[in-house]
């Protein structure tokens, strides 16, 4: 949301780090304060620096998408522009950059979430940080399939 607020408001490069630091919670506080001044100058710093130490993988960005909910006070548009920011930071977490990698990854999550639960961790194990294409996971599912007794998934 900030970004997009920086964009709409044409604000500068150098200031959007002094923006930022005084809105951000406690803790965020905390832990920028290892960082360098140099590197507090800059947002694009302050904000890696963030989300490596809050540590959001790819699942988490997922789940905060798929579970999203407008909040009481919250306006449509802003429910919108929220939901969009969730998409987008699961999409880059996950390096989609074009229309067929995201059909890829829909297809591959979707398979995923229909998979038996031991199927689905010998996948999951497999994939680790990264994720595997639709027929990558189809053809790991059917080799776990094929050696384990169906009855446990």
């Not at 949301?1 to 406690?26: C, G, H, N, R, W």
Request: charged letters at 20%; a neutral charge; proline letters at 4%.
């Amino acid at each position: 949301m900030v970004e997009k607020l920086f964009t709409i408001y044409q604000v500068p490069a150098d200031v959007q780090a002094k923006l930022l630091i005084p809105i951000l919670s406690s803790q965020a506080k905390t832990i920028i304060g290892g960082m360098t001044s140099d590197d507090l100058m800059s947002y694009d710093k302050v904000k890696q620096f963030l989300l490596t130490e809050f540590r959001l993988t790819p699942k988490q960005y997922k789940v905060r998408f798929d579970t999203a909910s407008k909040n009481v006070n919250e306006t449509y548009v802003l429910f919108t522009s929220r939901l969009g920011n969730l998409l987008s930071y699961y999409l880059r977490s996950r390096g989609v950059e074009d229309f067929a990698t995201l059909c890829e990854l829909l297809v591959s999550d979707k398979l995923k979430s229909c998979l038996p639960p031991g199927t689905l961790n010998y996948v999951l194990f497999l994939e680790g940080d990264d994720w595997f294409y639709p027929s990558k996971v189809a053809g790991l599912a059917d080799t776990y399939a094929a050696n384990h007794d169906n009855r446990y998934g």
